[in-house]
């Protein structure tokens, strides 16, 4: 009892295992150590201290049932802390110790500072950047670590070993400037570009638009890999401010320099679709040089809701120049136009009034798209497709159409099938008009005639009682 009021160390014989522990004699007496006061560290094999003699501290007892608890853990941890503080009263930030790895995370490794644990965090293993800090440290390893900073009250040692080498942008390479083509590993892609680790702790930008001399959109993250190495050339370099600026794309010669050779207004070739958008199709002539074909340039005939209608991504399509702005390094494509346009030939074949069969292809509210002879599509309006029975023609329903309207200029043609049935009713009203009209004349030119020989044969009678009234009037004279 006066031992435990005074903590004075004891020392007793192991000297039988038993449950949860081990028996000890202490002043010939038995006390009881449990299993998780052996050491520090867990134990299993409690037999290997049965007969040992060891020093314990008493850290219990109980009067009633004259029992005894003792600690050999308790010693040890006692020892630790003398070592702790005495290792914490000559701590100092920028101070060099030596460890050893007892622990490593995903985060960090814990080092054992000789009866002290120390942080050494991901970030201050290398300049470099590492995924994990077994790249760098193994369990077990004995490393030399600086002390960056500390707390007294929790005990916390933050630990570097990167900042026991110089900072590598401090180091860099004299013949290192603007223009120097360097090697680099891709360690880290954002949307507007990726970084190349030129050496360990030393990193560049390549901005996506550096990538490529073409002018059309371009994903850093489909372009590079992590791990991956290029070569770039150095276009700025702030060693002060520790950043660098890089470029994949003046590793080679700007294609549009010699645009106006190789691919001069007017000229045909053929490119492969890289992009399609609902108003043009993006085409790549070769690396750098592309440009736009819209969607009204790639047919002379048809008319398309979409370009994906008409071709797809990847596919390979001839293209003519039309136009090259150098300045804003696009190019103008066209695709219809290594044809000669159709619609000057085929104006007199749809003359006004002319009729023709077609196939609706497509209707919506306006009216339909109708498929016409020679690849033509030609509109329909709505009341233009009602049939003579009062129903409408379907879509995919085939019937005669009449060109009502053709305007070469805009590529527009108007039919209707409407107007045919129309037209036959009206001349039929126009026929009946004519032959009524004619049977009128016929009736006027008859009773004319009739009135004609009424009238001559009266004036005959006439004549003759003329005379009779004559002869009678020489008569009476007489």
């Known amino acids: ?53 060891m020093e314990f501290k008493v850290v219990k007892i109980n009067e009633t049932i004259k029992n005894a608890v003792v600690s050999h853990k308790a010693l040890i941890e006692s020892d630790i802390e003398a070592q702790r503080a005495e290792i914490m009263s000559k701590l100092e930030k920028g101070q060099v110790l030596e460890g050893v790895v007892k622990n490593i995370t995903d985060f960090g490794a814990f080092m054992d500072l000789g009866g002290l644990d120390g942080l050494l965090y991901i970030t201050d293993i290398s300049w470099g950047r590492i995924s994990h800090p077994s790249e760098v440290v193994k369990m077990d390893q004995k490393i030399q670590v600086v002390v960056l900073d500390f707390d007294d009250d929790k005990k916390r040692i933050s630990l570097g070993l990167k900042q026991l080498t110089p900072h590598p942008w401090d180091v860099l390479p004299t ?24 050496q360990p702790g030393v990193e560049g930008l390549v901005h996506v638009s550096e990538i490529t ?10 372009f590079f890999k992590l791990g991956d190495e290029h070569e770039a050339k150095v276009v700025t370099l702030d060693k002060d401010a520790r950043k660098m600026s890089l470029s994949i794309k003046q590793m080679s010669q700007d294609p549009w320099s010699a645009i106006d050779n190789k691919f001069p207004e ?26 736009m074909i819209h969607i009204s340039d790639l047919s002379w005939l048809k008319r398309f809701n979409h370009p994906s209608e008409y071709v797809k991504v990847g596919e390979s399509i001839d293209i003519k120049i039309l136009n090259i702005d150098k300045e804003n390094r696009k190019l103008q494509l066209g695709h ?40 033509l599509e030609g509109f329909a309006p709505n009341r233009h497709l009602a049939k003579a029975d009062g129903k409408q ?30 037209q036959n ?54």
């Open 266 to 291: 007017n000229s045909m070739h053929k490119g492969l679709v890289k992009n399609i958008t609902p108003y043009g199709v993006f085409v790549e002539l070769e690396s750098g040089i592309g440009g």
């Open 336 to 375: 219809k136009q290594l044809e000669e346009d159709p619609w000057n030939a085929l104006e007199a074949t749809f003359a006004i009034g002319s009729i023709h069969e077609g196939t609706i292809v497509r209707k919506d509210d306006k009216g339909a798209i109708v498929q016409m002879p020679y690849g």
């Open 425 to 478: 009713i009206q001349e039929e009203k126009e026929v009946a008009k004519k032959e009524a009209k004619a049977e009128s004349e016929n009736t006027k030119k008859a009773v004319k005639a009739v009135q004609a020989k009424v009238e001559k044969s009266t004036l005959g009678d006439l004549g003759a009682l003329a005379e009779i009234k004559a002869k009678l009037d020489e008569n009476k004279e007489g």
């Open 213 to 222: 001399w073409a002018n059309t959109p371009i994903n850093a993250k489909e």
């Open 175 to 198: 013949d290192l400037s603007e223009g120097s083509v360097v090697k680099g590993k891709v360690v880290n892609i954002e949307d507007y570009g990726a970084f190349l680790e030129i």
């Open 393 to 422: 023609v379907q879509a995919e329903e085939t019937a005669q159409f009449m060109v009502i309207e053709f305007d070469r200029n805009e590529k527009r043609i108007v039919v209707s099938h409407a107007r045919i049935w129309e």
């Open 1 to 53: 009892m006066e031992v435990h009021k005074t903590g004075e160390v004891v020392t007793g014989l192991v000297t039988s295992k038993t449950k949860g522990g081990l028996i000890v004699d202490v002043f010939g007496m038995e006390t009881f150590l449990p299993g998780s006061q052996i050491d520090v560290k867990p134990v299993t094999d409690y037999d290997q201290f049965v007969g040992k003699t």
